[in-house]
């Protein structure tokens, strides 16, 4: 005959549930308290929580193993609500794991756009006017964590303050893009601008100043178009110069940020002025469908993507899709970066 579960052991179940469930109730509203403009987290059977906040606001989900340890939370994603209430669920918890989670309203970083995330077509089709071969195959790229880019290419002034240095070959246009740093200048930029925000308690533990991946890169650069240009195909460039700092207008100098129009996300500057520095090892597109991708593993000739079109040249280098490659020690007087805000390394 097949016994049941005593009642004593079912008892202890429901008991350490009960504690479970009440640690985490207590822990959110007093968490909740702390915030300025607070969601509401409920608590479900399920690992994530339940946002109810406004929507399009952006909030920072986190989660620890251990409430007793106050430093112990972590970032997992930046989540900008689609409604008022939205589900947060957290794939990466292993079966059986006992986690906490929280949500908390994230501040716009000061000069930066948040890209949700979703599905777009990375390079171009082969009949588009201007392409270069590298452009194919085609790539079905799935973005699946949502990110804070710049509004602007960095600056001589951002670099400067933070860095007690200006390489740039132009240094009177301070609030020019910076320019003549190697993609490792960039990253170690990067590194440091992070250790910064995170002691003065501006960005959450767990989250990260880095390159855009390449993908990152065109699809906020895209803005959700298909077309050669954020702004339509444009076969003859007639409109380019209202949105970009090229060899027709730019007079072989780079220019202060945002005196152009921006793309539809509200990016300035994504096409022209400066070349800017990806994360990615340069190498042939993938093709099919990809998840996050973020290029080859190792190219064993030192060469890293920049993207974007600079002031030195034409209109077919300034499309969305335009892919140039350089050696990661390396500088030049057109290549700088733009930098993302995002919860772990690509």
């Given at each position: 005959?097949?016994?049941?579960?005593?009642?004593?052991?079912?008892?202890?179940?429901?008991?350490?549930?009960?504690?479970?469930?009440?640690?985490?109730?207590?822990?959110?509203?007093?968490?909740?308290?702390?915030?300025?403009?607070?969601?509401?987290?409920?608590?479900n059977?399920?690992?994530?929580?339940?946002?109810?906040?406004?929507?399009?606001?952006?909030?920072?989900?986190?989660?620890?193993?251990?409430?007793?340890?106050?430093?112990?939370?972590?970032?997992?994603?930046?989540?900008?609500?689609?409604?008022?209430?939205?589900?947060?669920?957290?794939?990466s918890?292993?079966?059986?794991?006992?986690?906490?989670?929280?949500?908390?309203?994230?501040?716009?970083?000061?000069?930066?756009?948040?890209?949700?995330?979703?599905?777009?077509?990375?390079?171009?089709?082969?009949?588009?006017?201007?392409?270069?071969?590298?452009?194919?195959?085609q790539?079905?790229?799935?973005?699946?964590?949502?990110?804070?880019?710049?509004?602007?290419?960095?600056?001589?002034?951002?670099?400067?303050?933070?860095?007690?240095?200006?390489?740039?070959?132009?240094?009177?246009?301070?609030?020019?893009?910076?320019?003549?740093?190697?993609?490792?200048?960039?990253?170690?930029?990067?590194a440091?601008?992070?250790?910064?925000?995170?002691?003065?308690?501006?960005?959450?533990?767990?989250?990260?100043y880095?390159?855009?991946?390449?993908?990152?890169?065109?699809?906020?650069?895209r803005?959700?178009?298909?077309?050669?240009?954020?702004?339509?195909?444009?076969?003859?460039?007639?409109?380019?110069?209202?949105?970009?700092?090229y060899?027709?207008?730019?007079?072989?100098?780079?220019?202060?940020?945002?005196?152009?129009?921006?793309?539809?996300?509200?990016?300035?500057?994504?096409e022209?002025?400066?070349?800017?520095?990806?994360?990615?090892?340069?190498?042939?597109?993938?093709?099919?469908?990809?998840?996050?991708?973020?290029?080859?593993?190792?190219?064993?000739?030192?060469?890293?993507?920049?993207?974007?079109?600079?002031?030195?040249?034409?209109?077919?280098?300034?499309?969305?899709?335009?892919?140039?490659?350089?050696?990661?020690?390396?500088?030049?007087?057109?290549?700088?970066?733009?930098?993302?805000?995002?919860?772990?390394?690509?």
């Amino acid at each position: 005959m097949r016994r049941g579960v005593p009642w004593t052991q079912k008892f202890k179940v429901m008991l350490k549930k009960m504690i479970f469930y009440s640690v985490f109730a207590t822990n959110a509203v007093a968490f909740l308290a702390r915030s300025q403009t607070p969601p509401t987290l409920n608590l479900n059977l399920f690992a994530g929580v339940a946002i109810t906040g406004t929507t399009g606001s952006v909030y920072v989900v986190q989660s620890t193993s251990d409430l007793a340890q106050s430093n112990s939370w972590t970032s997992l994603a930046f989540v900008q609500l689609p409604t008022t209430n939205y589900l947060f669920v957290d794939t990466s918890a292993p079966i059986g794991d006992h986690r906490f989670y929280r949500a908390a309203l994230q501040n716009p970083p000061t000069n930066m756009v948040f890209i949700p995330p979703n599905t777009f077509r990375m390079g171009s089709p082969t009949n588009e006017f201007n392409r270069s071969e590298d452009e194919s195959p085609q790539t079905t790229v799935i973005i699946t964590r949502g990110y804070w880019i710049g509004k602007y290419e960095v600056t001589q002034n951002e670099y400067l303050s933070l860095m007690n240095t200006n390489p740039s070959f132009f240094p009177g246009v301070t609030n020019g893009p910076v320019s003549s740093v190697s993609w490792i200048d960039a990253t170690n930029y990067c590194a440091k601008l992070t250790q910064q925000e995170l002691a003065a308690g501006r960005i959450p533990a767990g989250a990260m100043y880095r390159l855009p991946t390449e993908a990152e890169w065109e699809y906020a650069a895209r803005a959700g178009t298909s077309t050669r240009f954020s702004y339509g195909d444009d076969l003859d460039s007639s409109s380019l110069t209202n949105y970009a700092w090229y060899a027709v207008n730019a007079n072989l100098m780079v220019h202060p940020v945002g005196q152009k129009l921006p793309n539809p996300w509200g990016l300035y500057d994504t096409e022209g002025d400066v070349w800017e520095w990806c994360s990615d090892w340069y190498g042939e597109l993938p093709g099919g469908v990809q998840v996050d991708p973020k290029g080859p593993d190792s190219n064993a000739i030192g060469f890293k993507v920049m993207r974007g079109g600079a002031y030195d040249y034409f209109d077919s280098d300034c499309r969305s899709a335009r892919r140039l490659f350089f050696g990661q020690v390396l500088t030049d007087t057109d290549l700088g970066f733009r930098v993302v805000l995002a919860v772990g390394s690509p």
